[in-house]
């Protein structure tokens, strides 16, 4: 179990589908540890696998313990399937965003909103991440937009081979553009890539002004802050322009767009960043032709 | 920070070098971990000995090797060290600062027998 968030070796699972390996790995390791099923003769808590012992160390003979040096990143195969989720989406011409926040944001609210004002313009599909339910996939689905949820178990975070399985689940379309709510984390979501063209970062004024200072891997993380519920401002003692400056103190020249989703106020900013970046995506690839498989 | 998943990846990548070299133990893992990476080394220290039993690396040593941040200052024009990300440059005061060392998380290198 992680000490930090308290996330753990459950498996993750894609809505009515499959399991994912990664998390199945970590389960046999933790199953590993209660059931220590070590061949061991004489284990002993605690032994130190010194000299003496009775299994085969040495593959040469004299073999004495030897450094291999080894230079990977700890999320070298996380960022390998992201670059191939990356590929497969630009590809597509999809343009892709990693939406992260702490839980109440209000980000399942702005992406309905959203999904709403978008109508027309493009496809459009939701990949949702929770730990459980699929409340937020269903809140998606009654938009008409296509969502599929995932729920991570005690996962803190969505990984890039659980969004592998959701756009293979999803079939993405040519042209459109792909929503990923990340699960409600301001810590653990910020080191996985998962492919997407930028993490958009969500705060809303009734959280803390500080916590871009507060959760700053995140912030650093993200191309996009937006600052949401503005309508609430006059009723909560939220600094607007702090929070701002804080973001920008760990990711310098960070676009801000506020608004709220509930009001609308905002909003036709935040969907022309959305339709430039799609439009730049969407034309970098010539058109299906009617007909042609969305894979 | 998610430890548990990155502990596990650390396994696979240990295990994946042992096996290569035709090792069958793993008596040592030394990571280099990053002042401004993602992760806190005490929770990995943890996950380190849960993962890691019943696998190659039983009961091997972990070394942490801390590198420390490091950041491109525009005002200065010039390198600065970076305790944490959302510090003022410690020269000038600036945030304009842009990480150039210290969030990587890597295994550099195991001892094998």
Redesign the interface.
């Not at chain 1, 179990?1 to 968030?5: A, D, G, V």
């Not at chain 1, 299994?55 to 040469?60: C, K, L, M, S």
């Not at chain 2, 920070?1 to 990155?6: C, N």
């Given at each position: 179990?992680?000490?930090?968030?308290g996330?753990?070796?459950h498996d993750a699972t894609l809505e009515g589908g499959r399991t994912f390996r990664?998390a199945d790995?970590?389960a046999v390791?933790?199953g590993?540890?209660r059931s220590?099923?070590?061949a061991h003769a004489g284990g002993a808590p605690g032994?130190?696998?010194g000299e003496g012992h009775g299994?085969?160390?040495?593959?040469?003979a004299g073999?004495?313990?030897?450094?291999?040096?080894?230079?990977?990143?700890?999320?070298?195969?996380?960022d390998a399937i992201a670059a191939s989720n990356r590929r497969v989406l630009r590809e597509r011409g999809v343009f892709a965003l990693n939406l992260v926040s702490s839980p109440g944001s209000g980000k399942t609210t702005l992406l309905v909103r959203t999904i709403e004002a978008w109508a027309g313009r493009s496809p459009l599909a939701v990949v949702e991440g929770d730990q459980q339910t699929s409340f937020d996939a269903d809140r998606i689905r009654a938009t008409g937009a296509p969502a599929v949820q995932v729920n991570t178990g005690k996962?803190?975070?969505l990984?890039a081979a659980m969004v592998r399985g959701a756009i293979a689940r999803l079939g993405v379309a040519q042209r459109s553009l792909l929503f990923i709510e990340n699960v409600g984390n301001l810590?653990?979501p910020?080191?996985?890539d998962l492919g997407e063209a930028h993490k958009v970062v969500i705060l809303s004024v009734t959280e803390g002004e500080d916590k871009?200072?507060k959760y700053?891997?995140m912030f650093?993380a993200a191309d996009l802050m937006l600052l949401n519920k503005i309508d609430l401002a006059p009723y909560v003692s939220f600094d607007r322009a702090r929070a701002i400056d804080?973001a920008?103190?760990?990711r310098?020249g960070l676009e801000v767009i506020e608004l709220s989703a509930t009001t609308g106020a905002g909003m036709e900013r935040w969907l022309g960043w959305l339709e430039a970046g799609w439009r730049r995506c969407a034309t970098a690839v010539p058109a299906a032709s009617p007909g042609a498989p969305a894979a | 920070?998610?430890?548990?998943?990155?502990a596990?990846?650390?396994?696979?990548?240990?295990e994946a070098?042992?096996r290569e070299?035709?090792?069958?133990?793993v008596?040592?893992v030394r990571?280099e971990i990053g002042a401004l990476s993602?992760?806190?080394t005490?929770?990995l220290r943890?996950?380190f000995d849960?993962?890691t039993?019943?696998?190659l690396a039983?009961?091997?040593t972990l070394d942490i090797d801390d590198v420390p941040g490091e950041a491109w200052c525009?005002p200065c024009g010039g390198n600065v060290p970076l305790a944490?990300?959302?510090d003022?440059c410690p020269r000038c005061g600036s945030?304009?600062?842009?990480?150039v060392r210290g969030d990587?998380?890597?295994?550099?290198?195991?001892?094998?027998?």
């Open positions: 179990m992680c000490t930090t968030c996330c753990g070796g990664r790995a970590l390791a933790i590993a540890v220590h099923a070590h032994h130190g696998h299994h085969d160390h040495a593959p040469e073999a004495a313990s030897r450094v291999l040096q080894v230079e990977r990143d700890l999320l070298a195969k996380n996962g803190c975070h990984d810590v653990c910020a080191a996985f871009p200072l700053p891997d650093r804080m920008r103190r760990v310098p | 920070m998610h430890e548990m998943a990155l596990q990846s650390m396994l696979e990548i240990v070098a042992a070299a035709g090792a069958t133990h008596t040592n990571l993602h992760v806190a005490d929770a943890f996950c849960a993962v039993r019943g696998s039983e009961g091997a525009m944490q990300v959302g003022p945030f304009q600062l842009a990480v990587d998380m890597r295994v550099k290198d195991i001892a094998v027998a």
